[in-house]
């Protein structure tokens, strides 16, 4: 059963100043400021100095980034030194049997070979950093209890569209993964309450944040706080759209390209929750 709308209007309500942890802004601008220029160019959708901040990412923290790409790697990995670490995860096997349907088999050996290119990825950014890979539903007995931050950047929606037990699911993995106070950060293309949950499910990319709400209070975590900060106010997608229709995917390829490129990245949620001590 979804949470109703009011919670969501509750969220909107809480504290969003940044949590008064060490954050190093300072360093966080000087290497996101140092990136290339093909990475900069999408921080007006994404703002990731600010996102961080609010986060309360620290360097030397042990990071879980869900679904991680080279955009956020290359921040996180300089960011968190060598005194860090920097765990990639990505989705239960089992639940890509089910997005991948037919086509699992041949894409196996791409998956079976994730571990190690997300190890060689965060190397080249940083020889130094310790970096390790798992999927969800696998975590290694010695990371729980060890984490200081679980991060899920747009990747939500994929695990509520086909079975919904498998967002609750990684809910509950991260919470036997943080430390006590340990904090999960989401940032999520964000459909409107309004919006059916046939729609809304994740299947066009969109969630509702009452959804994620649920799912990460039922595994026993507390909302600490919510941000306007990605939010796209030209973004007002319709039960007719989905989220690849806009930047980066251009799904649509050069229809209506303008109209889509003038819209930007999508109106994203972004939430602070945390383990209790």
Same mark, same amino acid.
């Given at each position: 059963m979804r949470i109703a709308m009011g919670i969501a209007a509750f969220a909107a309500t809480l504290c969003v100043a940044v949590p008064a942890q060490a954050v190093d802004q300072e360093?966080?601008?000087? +290497?996101i400021a140092?990136?290339?220029d093909e990475d900069k160019a999408r921080d007006q959708f994404r703002h990731p100095a600010e996102t961080l901040a609010f986060f309360g990412i620290e360097p030397g923290m042990t990071v879980i980034d869900a679904l991680p790409g080279s955009w956020y790697a290359r921040i996180f990995v300089n960011y968190l030194g060598s005194d860090g670490h920097y765990v990639g995860i990505r989705y239960s096997l089992d639940l890509y049997k089910k997005i991948y349907g037919d086509q699992y088999e041949e894409r196996l050996e791409q998956i079976e070979a994730w571990p190690d290119n997300f190890i060689e990825m965060a190397k080249k950014f940083d020889e130094n950093i310790d970096a390790s890979f798992f999927h969800m539903g696998d975590a290694p007995e010695e990371l729980k #209890?060890?984490?200081d931050a679980y991060v899920y950047f747009r990747a939500l929606h994929h695990l509520n569209r086909i079975e919904a037990h498998y967002l609750e699911d990684s809910a509950a993995e991260a919470f036997e993964l943080l430390k006590p106070g340990g904090i999960v950060g989401i940032v999520q293309h964000r459909a409107p309450e309004t919006a059916s949950n046939g729609w809304a499910n994740g299947s066009n990319g969109y969630l509702k944040m009452s959804r994620a709400i649920e799912a990460f209070t039922k595994a026993g975590f507390v909302i600490e706080a919510t941000s306007e900060i990605n939010t796209n106010p030209r973004d007002e997608p319709t039960e007719e759209?989905?989220?690849?229709?806009?930047p980066p995917s251009f799904e649509f390829k050069e229809k209506d390209r303008e109209?889509? %490129? %003038? +819209? #930007?990245?999508s109106n994203r949620m972004t939430l602070r929750f945390r383990k209790p001590e």
């Open positions: 360093k966080l601008n000087q +290497i140092a990136r290339p #209890g060890t984490v759209d989905f989220v690849w229709r806009l109209k889509y %490129a %003038a +819209i #930007g990245e």
